[in-house]
């Protein structure tokens, strides 16, 4: 549904974004991440056809960016940082608006109008000027704005930035509703937990993209599978002997009465570790599995890249 190909977009001498290369299937949710000035909204642009590339290619839905750039723009739906609707116009008038703009027939139009406003829990408060809506609320709005034409990608920049954390979660809440339904999405965000919950695959941008891959792959290439096992006291020598001896445990270290042990597999090394630890004399307080997570991925990714002067905000 998404290709790129080496793009990138220069502003005068300074480059925001080059050698941007991935695709996207059918379907799939997409994480574009990175810290502000990483270059994300300028990626968005550049796959929206809202600004054309100074190198490289992409394509939505089979169609180039820059020669067939009216048709992409007419397939696709974006939502950006800042909603933009008619705080005059009520939430139907709005939509209607839009629709109209994308030629949808009044009756189609009504319909999904109608639809739209019922799946985000807007219908009641249809007849409201939205310049009465809060900001949650204002998004949703945005989001079925963005879906009133039924486009083949959704674009989503920035969703739930400057927001509250009520407004947020319902925006997050939204997200997830078009998630369940198949809807071929591209977030830009720089929420790990956002990213974490909603995207099949992500990409970490600093002017360009350094990695792309799923949110458990990269958790998992981070650090191996761990259990950590809390003690009533600091493990001595023989406790930590008696556990790297075993074949399928690959490191252990100590602090402050937990054991941090790296094994090859946690559902069957547990129970012997448990018993090993026991034999050797530990009071073994707790025990659970862990996991690296999205923030400790993107650090170990991000700190490999340094800000640089090459690239613009």
Not at 186 to 209: K, M, P, W, Y
């Amino acid at each position: 549904m998404v290709r790129a190909e080496g793009l990138g977009r220069s502003f005068g001498s300074l480059w925001a974004v080059r050698d941007v290369s991935f695709e996207l299937r059918a379907g799939e949710v997409f994480g574009l991440l990175g810290p502000n000035g990483a270059g994300k909204t300028t990626t968005v642009r550049l796959l929206t056809a809202l600004i054309a590339p100074s190198e490289g290619r992409a394509w939505v839905d089979g169609l180039d960016v820059v020669e067939r750039a009216d048709e992409v723009r007419a397939r696709i739906g974006l939502l950006t940082e800042t909603p933009a609707l008619y705080e005059r116009m009520t939430a139907v008038q709005n939509l209607d608006f839009f629709g109209r703009l994308h030629q949808v027939p009044a009756g189609l139009r009504a319909e999904r109008i109608e639809r739209l406003l019922r799946l985000f829990d807007l219908w009641d408060r249809r007849n409201t000027l939205t310049g009465q809506f809060s900001k949650g609320m204002k998004q949703k709005l945005a989001i079925a704005r963005a879906m009133l034409h039924e486009p083949a990608v959704l674009f989503f920049d920035e969703p739930t930035a400057a927001l509250d954390p009520e407004a947020a979660f319902i925006v997050r809440d939204a997200l997830e509703t078009l998630r369940t339904m198949g809807r071929t999405i591209v977030l830009s965000t720089h929420n790990l937990d956002e990213a974490a919950r909603l995207c099949d695959r992500v990409a970490f941008i600093r002017g360009q993209v350094l990695r792309v891959d799923s949110p458990a792959r990269l958790r998992q290439a981070a650090g191996g599978p761990t259990i950590e096992v809390d003690l009533a006291a600091e493990p001595g020598d023989t406790i930590l002997g008696a556990l790297r001896v075993r074949p399928g445990v690959w490191s252990v270290s100590a602090t402050a009465g937990c054991l941090t042990v790296v094994v090859e597999d946690v559902r069957t090394e547990t129970p012997g570790i448990v018993r090993a630890l026991v034999h050797a004399g530990a009071e073994v307080l707790g025990v659970r599995e862990t996991t690296a997570t999205l923030e400790s991925v993107y650090f170990e990714v991000m700190c490999g890249q340094p800000s640089s002067g090459a690239f613009a905000s």
